[in-house]
């Protein structure tokens, strides 16, 4: 029987390299091809057309593929359009422009989606503050945000590392590239960055962000025109009875959090759970993956296809998300049981998306300041991984109407 397409398998047993698969799939759309994603089937596999450049590429890649025949595809087709099994086939249409929101300079900490990325082969540009602010957002599909501080108080880094080289020299360029740019204090100029990223997701587009990305980017859309900066961050006093003055209204996954005054105390607020989880023992950490109706709700079961529901827990300056101040417009993918974490959350905001994923590096549970960075090559089938990977296929999709 002739054969005429390509099978990528994503479950456990039947793939080698999930990472790199993702690689291959984003490959095959950027050679104007469309790829069925197979919700719930096999771990989310991919389906491709065939050919020896394919077959090639996913050989060189490390990439285990099945080459079937018609018949054969017609029959998984068949079985996941069965009103009994909790399966869909989604048809990825585009490659999506990935960009990534990042400064110039090297940070004492690495940045685990840029690192798969680069593991998965996967192509994405580098912009910060002055292209945000330049409206070059718009030419871009998707938006990453990582270990960012968009309130101006510098990564909440003062109380351990005022005094190291990195913080002073690091204060000083975001001083200096928020005078270029016109504005009077770091947090102003960080708080007009949130408000046009902002727009960016109301206007379509999607944002994803992890660790302290997460929570200090609603602090800054809550806090717009408040000075919630003590001192030694901006120079001057914060406003009296700052907490009081924020605008909940205007956040995207979060609400009714207070605010961490402490300038030494590294934490934003209370949004996240890192010092609420002295229980846990390391072995014992893990988080679940929620589990949707694949032709019901494709968007939240895309985002979390995995050859596994139980992933392994990893820290971040901000970990996990305190259920009871996530809205409740925003669905939870993924939680900690155990202590009661959202830790993977996802919502709508206008016409657009937003991701949020707690912890710094699914492969380094504890990942420090200056700590060496992970080799993918040792984690090749990373579940925590994995979910980043969901996020960037996702705007590629052919968009249906969630039903819930």
């Known amino acids: 029987m002739r054969a005429s397409v390509i099978l990528i398998p994503m479950d456990a047993e039947g793939q080698e390299n999930h990472l790199k698969a993702y690689g291959i799939t984003y490959w095959v759309l950027t050679k104007q091809q469309k790829v069925q994603w197979l919700l719930n089937y096999r771990g989310g596999s991919f389906l491709i057309p065939d050919g020896e450049a394919i077959r090639n590429e996913c050989r060189i890649r490390g990439v285990s593929f099945e080459v079937l025949s018609d018949p054969q595809a017609t029959e998984i087709l068949e079985t996941i359009a069965s009103p009994s099994q909790n399966m869909e086939a989604v048809i990825l249409e585009k490659a999506p ?108 587009g999607f944002m994803f962000a992890m660790c ?59 949004i996240d759970m890192t010092n609420k989880r002295e229980d846990i023992p390391r072995e014992s950490d893990y988080f679940t993956l929620m589990d949707f109706s694949a032709k019901w709700d494709p968007v939240p079961t895309m985002l979390c296809q995995n050859h596994t529901a139980l992933v392994k827990g990893f820290m971040g300056q901000t970990t996990a998300f305190a259920p009871s101040e996530v809205k409740p417009t925003v669905l939870v993918l993924g939680e900690n049981r155990l202590n009661g974490e959202a830790r993977y959350i996802h919502g709508i905001k206008g016409k657009g998306f937003f991701t949020f994923y707690g912890g710094h590096d699914p492969e380094d549970y504890q990942h420090r300041v200056g700590d060496p960075k992970t080799e993918l090559e040792l984690h090749p089938n990373s579940p925590g991984y994995r979910l980043i990977l969901n996020n960037i296929l996702f705007p590629a999709a052919r968009k249906k109407k969630q039903k819930t």
């Open 97 to 204: 422009k990935i960009a990534v929101y990042s400064p110039k300079g090297n940070q004492p900490w690495d940045d685990a989606v840029t690192m798969v990325l680069a593991y998965a082969e996967i192509p994405y540009v580098t912009l910060y503050d002055e292209e945000v602010l330049d409206d070059k957002l718009a030419i871009y599909d998707w938006l990453h945000l990582h270990h960012e501080d968009f309130t101006g108080q510098y990564g909440k880094f003062y109380g351990a590392y005022r005094t190291a080289p990195w913080y002073i020299e690091g204060k000083k360029e975001a001083e200096a590239l928020a005078t270029r740019l016109g504005y009077g204090k770091v947090s102003e100029e960080k708080s007009a960055v949130a408000q046009k990223i902002r727009n960016y997701v109301i206007g379509g």
């Open 212 to 270: 302290s990305a997460t929570d200090s980017f609603d602090i800054a859309l809550a806090a717009e025109g408040v000075d919630i900066c003590e001192p030694m961050f901006d120079g001057d006093p914060s406003d009296p009875n700052y907490q009081q003055q924020l605008d909940y209204r205007k956040t995207f996954a979060f609400t009714d959090f207070i605010l961490e005054r402490n300038p030494r105390r590294y934490e934003f607020s209370s």
